[in-house]
């Protein structure tokens, strides 16, 4: 895809729309405030991308979209990001766990 593609944003919301619908099938369920920011942030960036290339109209569309979802989070801010990261695993350690039998005979497990 293209570097500026609006087909990322648009498969985002289409596999997020789909998990919440296959999620919500058969229950009376609301969207978290976390899902609402995503959703905000997926269509605000869709409404950009439409603006800059003069689609005005489908801006004003996805811009509404976008801010009924940050109304709906409740929020005045988006949450703060956090750092998560992994310690580099260490090397591959070959390791021979094969058992060998004893030369005594002995009935004792331990």
């Known amino acids: 895809m293209a570097a500026d593609s609006p087909w990322p944003l648009r498969l985002d919301l289409i596999s997020a729309k789909a998990l919440v619908w296959v999620a919500?099938?058969?229950?009376?369920?609301?969207?978290?405030?976390?899902?609402?920011?995503?959703?905000?942030?997926?269509?605000?960036?869709?409404?950009?991308?439409?603006?800059r290339h003069g689609h005005h109209a489908?801006?004003?569309?996805?811009?509404?979209?976008?801010?009924?979802?940050y109304r709906a989070s409740g929020g005045t801010e988006p949450p703060f990001a956090a750092a998560m990261a992994m310690p580099r695993p260490r090397r591959w350690i070959s390791v021979?766990?094969?058992?060998?039998r004893h030369s005594h005979d002995s009935d004792d497990a331990a």
Not at 30 to 35: F, I, P, V
Not at 58 to 69: G, I, N, P, S
Not at 96 to 100: G, I
């Open 24 to 51: 919500s099938v058969g229950r009376d369920a609301e969207l978290t405030r976390d899902a609402h920011i995503f959703f905000f942030d997926r269509y605000q960036r869709l409404a950009q991308f439409h603006k």
């Open 58 to 69: 489908t801006f004003e569309r996805l811009q509404a979209k976008a801010d009924e979802h």
């Open 96 to 100: 021979d766990a094969v058992a060998t």
